[in-house]
């Protein structure tokens, strides 16, 4: 009922009993004035009594006024409840949840969405305050409440909150659910009209994220598995046995073991490529003794050098420093260029690894006596999947798929150093990598 | 004498391991999914837990969180045993309460024999943190 007519309807029989006592007082004074010359007070009680009957009657009179408040002074035109309805149907048919806060962030309202979110319905929400219906937590278990969400702003229509990893949502019965979530603060004076929460199912997603792996790196997790097994019983069988093995049998068995060590590299290389790829390649610096790392290095690739009669030397130098690296990022440089040393160099060839401090590097050289590289190929020799043709084929195995020069040089690239190769075709390579002393990794964050 | 739990789902490996870990003088107790060997954990006290991380039904980093929550002071040294070469993952098992973790594919038994001593003995093992 507008106000005017509520202050109509409940003032009016009064100024009218007040306008209906004065006249009646003023009637019955004048008469008594004019007939008795007096003002004769018995009288009073006549006025008092006329506007009370007087009152009565315009209490009556004035009844029907009260149906007419009663039932609504503005009909609702047919074209505005449809819109109030297809704006009803359009919120519930929304794909996200929606709850609406009032200003003192409870609830106003909660779409179909928000009520399977929540494990609430819409009529038990409404009216309460968000907090106490259900619990939001962030990624590390830190709650977060309305207030955090949508704190209290005179910007309207501002986003106020956009979660960027999934939150988890506490509900009903401790439901619990994963949501992406936005607050927005709505543009209106309205006490109801406060916020607007949309609400994201992200429990796919969650499921997704709880082992993210991409294709990679599961290719290379099931290869790895029977890989195993294999080099496992391998070397097992071979210490439980050597003593009971011919020298053909044992030659037999550590072939086996070194194509299998290959195989292990190859797949080391795809998952490093994976990552340099993805930008995600980490490297973990510690204080590493660089003789101890070098050393056992040498040793894990003896054995493949002498299957091929090969020679692989460790030229001892002065005191060499502890350096900042990753050591296993290293390590895997080092694999990777006594290995390609050792496939291309022929039977009894030598393979001579030293190194040395010079103006504030550490420099590493694996100098082979293998087929050399022409100098055309240089180039080329650091990019992906490159491998030296022509003159080399007859006396390379063709191993290997190619990645691990690209893969030594992004390492040494984020190591901040320099790698580089000296070759005479006929002589042999020497392959180098220079190690900044002084440099410090700034610790990256892995994908 | 150590005892150590191993939670392993590729009976070959599981296999590989638990002997040559009896034969370097451990008792050693197999698990080949999450469930059982987060029972296990629970009905018995272990000194060393050696984890794969890719379990059928619950994960080794959900066994591992399940096991911390319930006992958060727990001394029992955790080395993860993965072919999974993913550092996000990996960490996320350090910050779980690893002490270590082993590529498998690239140790020999007797290598990661040595690194379960190392281990034992209070000396870094494995391969170290990568998001360090």
């Known amino acids: 009922m507008p106000n005017f007519l509520k202050r109509f309807r409940s003032e009016l029989p009064w100024k009218l009993s007040a306008v209906v006592f004065i006249l009646s007082l003023a009637a019955t004074l004048l008469t008594s004035v004019i007939n008795f010359n007096i003002i004769y007070w018995p009288l009073l009680p006549i006025p008092i009594l006329v506007s009370l009957i007087g009152a009565f009657l315009i209490s009556i009179i004035l009844k029907p006024l009260d149906q007419l408040a009663v039932s609504p002074q503005i009909q609702p035109t047919p074209k505005l409840s449809a819109d109030t309805h297809r704006l009803e149907i359009i919120v519930s048919s929304l794909l996200d949840g929606i709850i609406v806060l009032n200003k003192q962030k409870g609830v106003v309202l909660a779409n179909k969405v928000a009520e399977k979110l929540t494990g609430y319905i819409a009529s038990q929400m409404v009216g309460h305050s968000l907090d106490t219906l259900i619990i939001l937590q962030d990624k590390e278990g830190n709650r977060i409440t309305s207030e955090q969400l949508c704190p209290a702003t005179s910007i309207p229509t501002s986003q106020l909150y956009s979660s960027k990893d999934p939150l988890t949502l506490i509900g009903n019965n401790r439901s619990t659910t994963h949501v992406r979530l936005n607050c927005s603060a709505i543009n209106s004076p309205e006490e109801d009209l406060g916020y607007i929460i949309s609400l994201e199912d992200a429990s796919s997603e969650k499921q997704l994220e709880a082992i993210q792996l991409d294709f990679v790196s599961m290719a290379s997790h099931e290869l790895r598995t029977p890989l195993t097994s294999i080099r496992g019983y391998m070397s097992v069988f071979i210490n439980e046995n050597k003593d009971k093995l011919t020298k053909e049998q044992t030659e037999q068995l550590q072939r086996i073991q070194v194509s299998s060590d290959q195989l292990a590299a190859i797949i080391d290389n795809l998952l490093s490529v994976s990552k340099v790829e993805r930008g995600a390649f980490a490297l973990t610096a510690q204080k590493t003794d660089w003789n101890q790392l070098l050393t056992k290095v040498v040793e894990d690739n003896k054995l493949q050098a002498s299957s091929k009669n090969i020679s692989l030397n460790l030229e001892s130098a002065e005191e060499l420093p502890q350096i900042s690296i990753d050591p296993v990022r290293i390590t895997e440089v080092l694999n990777n260029l006594i290995g390609n040393a050792i496939n291309y160099t022929k039977e009894g060839g030598r393979i001579d690894v030293s190194s040395k401090v010079d103006s504030g590097e550490l420099i590493t050289s694996v100098k082979d006596t293998g087929a050399g590289i022409p100098s055309e190929a240089i180039p080329h020799l650091f990019t992906k999947f490159f491998r030296v043709q022509g003159a080399l084929d007859s006396s390379s195995n063709s191993k290997g798929t190619g990645l691990g020069l690209y893969i030594s040089k992004s390492i040494i690239d984020l190591h901040k150093g320099r790698i580089w190769v000296e070759s005479e075709v006929g002589k042999g390579s020497t392959f180098s990598f220079a190690l900044p002393l002084s440099w410090h990794l700034p610790n990256y964050q892995p994908e | ?132």
């Open chain 2, 1 to 132: 004498m150590a005892k150590i739990l191993l939670v392993e789902d590729e009976k070959f490996i599981a296999d590989l391991y638990s002997s040559q870990l009896q034969k370097a003088g451990f008792e050693i107790k197999v698990a080949n999914d999450g469930l059982t060997g987060l029972q296990m954990l629970s009905t018995e006290q272990f000194d060393l837990l050696l984890l794969d991380i890719m379990l059928p039904g619950m994960n080794g980093l959900e066994l591992l969180r399940d096991f911390k929550s319930k006992n958060p002071n727990s001394k029992m040294v955790v080395l993860l045993l993965t072919n999974l070469g993913q550092d996000a993952v990996i960490k996320e098992g350090f910050d779980l309460g690893a002490q270590g973790y082993l590529i498998k594919a690239s140790y020999t038994p007797d290598q990661v024999v040595q690194e379960v001593k190392n281990a034992l003995s209070g000396k870094s093992a494995g391969t170290p943190n990568p998001g360090q």
